[in-house]
């Protein structure tokens, strides 16, 4: 299974960025696909997720600013961001839970956002 992101980059204050995640590979029984953010020195948090019934959940640091959307045809995950904020700063990954009596994850390699002016 590859996780392959895109849509990264520098961004000022104020703006926005979409982010998107193309899942291939041997991929059965999709439990949810999201994405997760690890800031320079804190721990990896979560962004935003989406399971199969549709059901979203995002960081309270981001709600009202940031959409996740699922395409289950594409195997795609995206990520729209607006009104970013320099605390939105960090890598961000693409993450996907599957399996049907055993759960596995797994990773992208990272999209770097930037924030700043």
């Known amino acids: 299974v590859q996780l392959v992101e895109s849509g990264g980059g520098l961004v000022q204050p104020g703006g926005s960025l979409r982010l998107s995640c193309v899942a291939s590979?041997?991929?059965?029984?999709?439990?949810?696909m999201g994405w997760y953010r690890q800031a320079p020195g804190k721990q990896r948090e979560l962004a935003a997720t989406?399971?199969?019934?549709?059901?979203?959940e995002y960081a309270d640091s981001v709600k009202g600013r940031f959409t996740i959307s699922r395409d289950k045809a594409r195997n795609t995950v995206d990520l729209q961001m607006n009104s970013l904020k320099p605390e939105d700063t960090a890598v961000y990954y693409c993450?996907?839970?599957?399996?049907?009596?055993?759960?596995?994850?797994?990773w992208g390699q990272g999209t770097q956002v930037t924030v700043s002016s």
């Open positions: 590979g041997n991929i059965f029984n999709i439990i949810a």
């Open positions: 993450h996907l839970k599957m399996g049907w009596s055993e759960l596995n994850d797994y």
């Open positions: 989406i399971n199969s019934r549709g059901d979203i």
